[in-house]
């Protein structure tokens, strides 16, 4: 069975960092595309980055600069560096998985099969 399992997420000041942990079960993630994705109240979800199976990143332009995807495979973890953080980045913050081993940067919320939970991440100003 397939889960994905997310933490880290908190209420920081504006301009604070966060690190939230993605630990992937039952899926050989290091072999796929994954991606991180935020969801604010009143918003549709919206991509954040993905991380290609080559380790290659790709960022939306809302964060690029300030946050940073990384995977840790022989800890099944995919990792979201969150640097100076704005109060619009106040969602909650999901992984996911899809079948591709490459996506390129595609974060089509329907291309990915799998999510987790989330974790809430509150930027206050």
């Known amino acids: 069975q397939v889960r994905l399992v997310e933490s880290g997420g908190d209420s920081v000041q504006a301009g604070g960092s966060l690190r939230l942990s993605c630990v992937v079960f039952g899926y050989a993630y290091s072999r796929r595309c994954m991606g991180w994705f935020r969801h604010a109240p009143g918003k549709e979800r919206e991509g954040v980055g993905t991380?290609?199976?080559?380790?290659?990143?790709y960022y939306a332009d809302s964060v690029k600069g300030r946050f940073a995807i990384s995977k840790d495979n022989g800890k099944s973890s995919l990792y979201l560096q969150m640097n100076r953080l704005k109060p619009e980045d106040t969602a909650m913050y999901y992984c996911?998985?899809?079948?591709?081993?490459?996506?390129?940067?595609?974060?089509?919320?329907?291309?990915?099969?799998?999510w987790g939970q989330g974790t809430q991440v509150t930027v206050s100003s």
């Open positions: 996911a998985a899809r079948g591709e081993a490459i996506c390129s940067g595609d974060q089509s919320v329907d291309e990915y099969n799998y």
């Open positions: 991380i290609d199976s080559d380790g290659r990143t």
